[in-house]
């Protein structure tokens, strides 16, 4: 499929006017063909109407029919073959099978969402029966399902390029809900981005959904996503970016004249926490694991370990050697975009000039823009004192902390800000300490890892990827796994309402074969 450069609206391929977008390929530095127009306001403005136009009617698409409208996105990302892998690695540096795995998960996530559709669960039926004759006062109907929030606007990720991307988790989820989506594509894969807006673009058209259930545009600057937030027509925002851009989006929902949810995943250092017997036990394997984790797609996981907290003495010395090992064999390969690298030598250099920190490593690279791993130290009480320790350095770079205790191990984490993950390692005989911990962390993050590291996310029903701010912008929901269909969806209850006028889920002879609470008590489906 030829790459065009031009947005997608609704079903017309057009052209943008408002500045040019070039991709740039961050292994060799060269600039990548086509040219992409930038959306204007007046391409905004249109994308909008058309997925006002649409909400009412997609969202009351049968749910067989909205599955199976899901499913027809993951086929027709999967026909792309070749032309989408060789275009996305050349986009972000990406190895092949990073991107092969990427697409698998995207295609995945689209088919779990599917099933979810399919099945009715998330609409959450309850129905409280009439009750005329009660006493004192007689008891209305009440009958609940949720119903989706409207047209979403969603930002497509630079590290995750398919799977947080134009068909990606926020994407699938918000399209699971019944909300028609406009994706502002990240600059840095435009040809990534226009090849999947036009499966999606081709699963609308063939399985009969309106027009407006999905653009997509490219932004030449800021101001067209900003803009797509501030429209009256978008009810909620999906975003994976850096803390800035999430917070500046934020701001611009908050002071809309009707303030919308801006669901951003932001900035994260996953805190490890490593217990003494653990560390006597296996300080080396763990130290092996912990570099694979953190030098993984060149440290560009929002979840990799950019802390480790531990007790001082020589068996975390002997991790910081093993560590220090392993990194050094570690080949950094190219970041995804020159922004991001220099974002991080940024973030490096100022760690490494910090009075309270030593330098314990800087790896090398021989790519153009490589993401060379670093590693530093620092003690207890400066990483208390100094905020500004505590920052996400987005890249292969982690900061150990010596403490001289346990307890100085947990002040510390109760001073941090929320996160995606915290990890402990543990043995046995870690049990009652770790024990100590437990609440502390249930407090501070979406997801707790024991003897692992939380790189790799897992896409299902138990997955939490979230947390307290600044993590999140919102720590009651998941931009990962079948929960972050939650996002996009509200309540709505209906009261005394004929059985004529009920939507079919709430209907009393439940035609859709829903899960449903009964007066409180689950009525599970036949
Ligand atoms: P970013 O700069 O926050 O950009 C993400 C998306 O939001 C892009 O589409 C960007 O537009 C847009 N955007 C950013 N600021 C905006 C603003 N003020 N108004 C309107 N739109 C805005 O993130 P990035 O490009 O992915 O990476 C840059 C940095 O973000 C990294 O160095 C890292 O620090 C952080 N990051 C963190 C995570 C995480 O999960 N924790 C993930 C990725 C990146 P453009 O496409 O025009 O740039």
Redesign the pocket.
Known sequence: MQISGNLLIGQRSVRGSHGEIRAIDPTHGATLEPVFGGAAYADLDEACALAAQAFDTYRETSLAKRSAFLEAIADNVLELGDTLIARCMSETGLPRARIEGERARTVGQLRMFAALVREGDFLGVRIDPAMPERQPMPRVDLRLRHIALGPVGV?????FPLAFSVAGGDTASALAAGCPVVV?????HPGTSELVGRAIQRAVHDCGMPEGTFSLLF?S??EI??AL?NDARIKAVG????????T??MGIAAARAEPIPVYA????INPVLLFPQALSTRAESIAREFAAALTMGSG?F?TNPGLILAVEGPELERFIAAATAALTDTQASPM??P??HR??ETGVERMAVHPDVVTLLRGSSDALHGGRPALFATNAEAFRRASELHD?I??ASSLIVRCPDLATMRALLERLDGQLTVALHIDENDHADAQTFVRTIERRAGRIVVNGFGTGVEVGHAMVHGGPYPATSNGGSSSVGSLAIKRFLRPVSYQDMPEALLPDALKTTNPLSLNRRMDGKLQLRR
């Open positions: 930002f497509g990720a630079s590290n502002k594509a990240h600059s840095a932004d600057g800021l996503g900003q937030v975003f994976t970016g850096s803390r800035r851009g999430g500046a989006l995943e932001m900035s994260s560009q929002c995804l975009t922004d991001i974002a991080y996400e987005f890249g």
